[in-house]
């Protein structure tokens, strides 16, 4: 059986938010072991506005550009060979490809069960950030006793990493503007101001030497602090720090150039970063949603900086 077209967002050109547009996307039927969703929410990410700004990959023929990688709605139908999903179930997709529409088209093994207490919005955005900072709590090792330093702790994949370091028996110190100290601290990490003397201010509030240093933001105050206090470079680990992080000999994680993309250890975070978020224990802010028609809005907000959590498209 056809299923009706469906709206998507597309980048038309490279550049801002301005050449998304949304469009009629073709009508889908779902291949074997795929699923068709009904996509209730899309969570927005950096990577997303990443992948039409203008760059050495800006190549016309790669045009028009889908966007959305993590999507939360309901398998409305399935294919030949699917092995535990019907239509009607609720589901969590990550990774995907187009997740900014009405409706996609996904394989089986990319989905786990919404549960019912997480909401739509929550769930959309819960998978990106959280398997990524499980990535960087697993490559450093975080343990019970660890005092781990997290760089960007108010952002996406830090306030995640926070948490899970929390769950894992360690002692965080995060750095963050003074408008998110507050947060930071209703989830159990002691907040400090990133600027000048920030090495001093982090072995001010640590109850002992940092053992663990996690980078979400890539700068140079970032990477000299992390270097200066972690005595052991194994266990300092950077999303965003491609350009020095090889010559510093830290591990770099993600998609960046020498990076580990840890998929294995990201897929199979999914299940239980599912589980932790539905018992409230993973707390997943969600600063505002959005129209698919308002998707542009959307990416002018994440590029704004500090939006003070995640930022969702309601289809």
Do not use: C
Not at 8 to 14: C, D, E, G, I, N
Not at 148 to 169: D, I, N, T, Y
Not at 235 to 249: K, N, T
Request: hydrophobic share 45%.
């Amino acid at each position: 059986m056809r299923v009706e077209s469906n709206r998507v967002v597309v980048a038309t050109a490279f550049g801002g938010p301005e050449v998304l547009q949304v469009v009629d996307g073709p009508a889908l039927e779902p291949g074997p072991g795929n699923v068709l969703i009904d996509v209730r929410a899309a969570g927005v990410n950096p990577i997303d506005w990443k992948t039409y700004a203008v760059g050495p990959r800006s190549d016309p023929s790669r045009l028009p550009l889908r966007l959305g990688h993590e999507v939360a709605g309901v398998v409305s139908a399935v294919g030949p060979s699917v092995r535990w999903l019907s239509e009607g179930d609720a589901v969590i997709a990550w990774r995907v490809t187009g997740g900014y529409a009405d409706r996609i088209e996904v394989p089986e093994q990319v989905t786990v069960r919404r549960p019912a207490d997480l909401g739509w919005a929550a769930a959309s955005g819960l998978m990106l950030t959280g398997a990524t900072a499980v990535h960087t709590l697993t490559a450093t090792n975080v343990r019970t006793g660890d005092v781990v330093l997290v760089h960007g702790g108010s952002g996406g994949v830090g306030r995640m990493a926070v948490q899970l370091a929390e769950l894992r028996g360690a002692f965080v110190v995060a750095t963050a503007s003074p408008h998110a100290h507050e947060d930071l601290r209703s989830l159990g990490a002691i907040p400090v101001e990133y600027g000048p003397g920030l090495v001093e201010r982090v072995r001010a509030v640590a109850p002992g030497p940092v053992t663990v240093a996690i980078d979400t933001v890539g700068t140079d105050e970032a990477l000299d602090a992390s270097i200066e206090l972690v005595a052991d470079r194994a266990r300092i680990a950077s999303i965003a720090g491609f350009a020095r992080g090889v010559s510093l000999g830290i591990k770099l994680l993600g998609g960046g150039p020498g990076a580990d993309p840890g998929t294995e250890v990201r897929e199979a975070a999914r299940a239980q970063l599912a589980e932790l978020a539905a018992d409230g224990v993973l707390d997943v802010r969600v600063a505002r949603t959005y129209l698919l028609d308002e998707v542009a809005d959307a990416h002018r907000a994440g590029l704004g900086g500090h939006p003070g959590g995640k930022l969702v498209l309601l289809p």
